[in-house]
């Protein structure tokens, strides 16, 4: 409990927000189902941002066109699209393990 209290948040709009992520040489990462990289054979860099999008519409085309890296998760059976708090944890956990 408590880890949102060491976390750095900044509030800018979409272009304002990328263009200092990119200034400070951070890889705009976004979730993309039509993307042939998996989230799981992806390299992925110290400076990473993560971008996921909502379960409905995904990531914007803008920011889509804007990203370094698009990955996906696979699923399986019928469902259409992962639940947004699940795709986050999911990926940060393997950014993480990739990184450490």
Do not use: W
């Amino acid at each position: 409990m408590g880890s949102i209290f060491d976390m750095k948040i900044i509030h800018c709009t979409q272009e304002e927000c990328l263009q200092e992520l990119k200034s400070k040489d951070f890889k705009i990462v976004s979730s993309y189902l039509n993307t042939e990289n998996y989230y799981h054979k992806t390299k992925y860099y110290e400076r990473t941002a993560l971008v996921i999008g909502n379960e409905a519409n995904g990531v914007n085309n803008d920011l889509i066109n804007q990203s370094d890296i698009l990955i996906k998760i696979p699923i399986y059976g019928n469902a259409e699209s992962l639940n947004a708090a699940i795709s986050s944890a999911i990926l940060m956990y393997e950014i993480k393990k990739y990184l450490a």
